[in-house]
C-alpha cells in the first residue's frame, strides 16, 4: 500500500473539505432562514468567480483589492435576487420557489456563458509559489489560504448567529417567522441578508476554486458536488455543514486512493458522495444534526 500517496489524499481531503463545508454552510443560511434549497448555488460560485477572474484580468486589479470588490458586488448581488426575483414569491407553495431557484440556474449558466463565453480561462498568478511543502507533504497554496480563510468564516459563522442582531433575527426567523414578526424582527430583510451572506461566501469557494482548476461553466457543478455534504450533516445545520464538508472530502479522496490502488474504475472519486447521500437518506433522514419535525395525528 502507498502509505505516503495515502496521506497525501487524506490531507488533501480535509483541506478541500472544509472548502465544501463553507458552500454547504450557503446552503444552509438560505434554508434556515427561508425553507428552501436554493438550486442555483454552484451558479453563484461561478459568478463570483467570473467577476473576480474579470477585474483581474481586464482591468489589472491587484487581488487583494478585486477579491473585497467582488464580495461587495455578490452581497448586493444576493440582496438584488432575494427582492426582485423571489419576494414576490413569499407566501408561495415552497416547489414553486424551489423551481424558480432552478430556473434562476439555468438562467445565469447560460448568462455566464453569452458573457464570457465557453471556454476555461485560467486564472491570474496570485501567489508567487504554486505549491507549500508542509510536513513532506504538497499542498497547493491556494488550499492552505483557503483552509485558513474557511476556518475564518466559520469562526465568524458562529459568533454571527450568536451574537449579531441579524444572526438573533436569522435564528428567530427559522424558529418561527410568526413569533419574529410579532417580536419586530423584518422576515422579508432577513431573507435577503441571507441571500446575500450566501452569494459572498460562494464567491469565496468559487475563486478559490477557480484559482486551482480556472474559470468555465464547469465550475457551477460544485454545488451539486456539496449537496451530499449539506444533507450529511443536516439542512438546519451549521455545524453539521462544516462537518458534512470534511466528511465528503476525505471520502472523496480515499475513494480516489481506492480506485486508483485497487478497483481502477475510473468513476469512483466523482461519484462516491452520492453514495453517501443514499445511504445517509435511508438511515438518517434528516442527517447528522439536522431537526426532526414530529407530526402528530
Not at 67 to 96: C, D, K, N, W, Y
Not at 108 to 135: C, H, Y
Not at 254 to 268: P, Q, T, V
Request: glycine share 10%.
Amino acid at each position: 500500500m502507498n502509505t505516503q500517496l495515502l496521506i497525501q489524499l487524506l490531507v488533501n481531503g480535509v483541506v478541500i473539505g472544509t472548502l465544501y463545508g463553507v458552500v454547504a454552510m450557503s446552503f444552509v443560511l438560505i434554508y434556515k432562514a427561508t425553507q428552501v434549497v436554493n438550486f442555483a448555488q454552484g451558479e453563484l460560485l461561478l459568478i463570483g468567480a467570473w467577476v473576480c477572474w474579470w477585474l483581474l484580468t481586464k482591468y489589472h486589479v491587484p487581488f487583494w483589492i478585486g477579491m473585497p470588490i467582488t464580495l461587495v458586488f455578490m452581497f448586493i448581488f444576493g440582496i438584488a435576487i432575494q427582492i426582485v426575483i423571489l419576494r414576490p414569491m413569499i407566501g408561495e407553495p415552497i416547489i414553486s420557489v424551489i423551481m424558480v431557484t432552478i430556473a434562476l440556474s439555468t438562467v445565469f449558466s447560460a448568462l455566464m456563458k453569452w458573457i464570457f463565453g465557453v471556454n476555461l480561462q485560467p486564472f491570474p498568478d496570485i501567489f508567487e509559489s504554486r505549491i507549500v511543502t508542509i510536513l513532506g507533504i504538497q499542498i497547493q497554496t491556494v488550499y492552505v489560504l483557503s483552509l485558513v480563510v474557511s476556518l475564518a468564516m466559520m469562526a465568524g459563522m458562529a459568533w454571527f448567529f450568536r451574537v449579531s442582531k441579524y444572526g438573533l433575527a436569522m435564528r428567530a426567523t427559522a424558529f418561527s417567522q410568526q413569533v419574529a414578526q410579532s417580536l419586530g424582527i423584518s422576515v422579508k430583510n432577513v431573507f435577503a441578508m441571507a441571500w446575500a451572506i450566501s452569494a459572498m461566501v460562494s464567491a469565496v469557494a468559487g475563486v478559490v476554486v477557480a484559482v486551482v482548476n480556472g474559470v468555465s461553466a464547469g465550475l457551477s457543478v460544485y454545488g451539486i458536488k456539496v449537496f451530499p455534504a449539506t444533507i450529511l450533516g443536516g439542512l438546519d445545520s451549521i455545524g453539521g455543514a462544516v462537518l458534512g464538508g470534511i466528511i465528503i472530502g476525505v471520502l472523496e479522496h480515499l475513494a480516489h486512493f481506492i480506485d486508483s490502488e485497487y478497483l481502477h474504475w475510473g468513476n469512483l472519486y466523482e461519484i462516491a458522495p452520492f453514495y453517501v447521500l443514499i445511504i445517509v437518506l435511508m438511515i438518517k433522514p434528516y442527517g447528522l444534526f439536522g431537526t426532526k419535525d414530529i407530526e402528530r395525528i
